[in-house]
């Protein structure tokens, strides 16, 4: 029915003429309509390739950006089982970024543009890990929230459009899992502790509860890729429906650890069948993703420096797999 698109390497393919190219975009959507996954060797428009790199870089570096906070309370973990369920989850969010920028490496953009492009503050990576980790309880909150934020997205990413993203998608979300539950299990230790135990869990709530609904992007309305990523089938719903399921299965959540969520506006709809909930400071959120954050500065800096500290690794594995290649020939 759609025919052979694949693209037959190496030989230079000639610039399909402006008919041709019209057939192999009508081929394409007509795969994507009928949720037939892309493969990095098929045709695909260049645009979609570009917004997928775009994504899914952005994606990998906030994985490993992640990292940043929650490394911050390693040594400072109250026990060793809270040490060793933190150095698991810090590991997971390093391999996250591993296995998404492998998938973008399948567009035909290298590992290194990719890091130049973080390093260099072209490229984002999500707003949240720009707040700082100020307390114990936030090691929960960010499972429980920023994890729980981020299921609700790769739940939907995991039923995209393009085979390598989706297909990286089931695994972390298997993971992610463990990361909100574990966060979620230890605010709940918190919620039945001390006075000061419950005042830290809830400052902690605080802080976090806004910067995790930005988490999902602006409004549909102020959402520039949003309507071209929904007809590709990147996203499979739009940044506002999954803040709101977020929001939907989180409130319950709050009430069951005793804790009320920062927003006076925040209640029920039986109408609608959901919360409704307060206005978003969207010039704090524009203000983060444009590198004004509490440590937009510290992360890149931090980055950079595991970056440069880590070359001799890279140097080493490149020479050994050249030592190896070596051996084959001859
Ligand atoms: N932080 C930083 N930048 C954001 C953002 C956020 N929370 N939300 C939106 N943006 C940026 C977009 O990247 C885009 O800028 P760009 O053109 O320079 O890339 C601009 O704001 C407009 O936003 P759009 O909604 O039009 O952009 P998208 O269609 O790309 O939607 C998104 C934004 C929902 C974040 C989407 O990119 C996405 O689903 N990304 C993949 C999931 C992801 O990156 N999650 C980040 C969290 S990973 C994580 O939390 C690790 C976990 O283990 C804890």
Known sequence: MYGDTSIQKPIKIAEPTSAEQAKLEEIFQQ?????????????????????????????AHSEVI??????????????????????????????????????????????????????SGKAKYSSIFNYPALTWADMGTIGWLVDGAAITN??????????????????????????????????????????????????????????????????DANSPHSAQSMKWKIKKKSNDQLRQEFIDATVPQAEFLGITLPDPDLKWNEERGHYDYGAIDWEEFGNVINGNGPCNKQRIANHIKAHEDGAWVREAAAAYAEKQQKKQVA
């Not at 992610?176 to 869990?201: D, N, P, V």
């Open 154 to 219: 790769q739940v939907a990413l995991s039923r995209g459009s393009y085979g390598p993203y989706s297909r990286a998608m089931i695994r972390i979300c298997k993971e992610e899992s463990f990361h909100q539950r574990q966060g979620y299990e230890l605010l709940l230790t918190l919620s039945k502790g001390t006075k000061e135990q419950k005042e830290m869990l809830q400052e902690s709530v605080n802080r976090f509860w806004w910067p995790s609904l930005m988490m999902f992007g602006p409004n």
């Open 66 to 119: 992640g990292m940043q906070p929650e490394g911050n309370w390693l040594t400072r973990a109250p026990s060793l089982r809270r040490k060793v369920i933190l150095l698991a989850k810090i590991q997971d969010e390093g391999g996250h970024g591993l296995y998404i920028y492998s998938a973008a490496e399948t567009l035909g953009t290298s590992r290194a543009e990719m890091i130049e492009q973080l390093q």
């Open 31 to 59: 795969k994507i309509d009928d949720d037939i996954k892309i493969e990095p060797q098929e045709w695909m428009p260049a645009a979609y390739r570009k917004t997928l790199v775009r994504q899914m870089s952005q994606h």
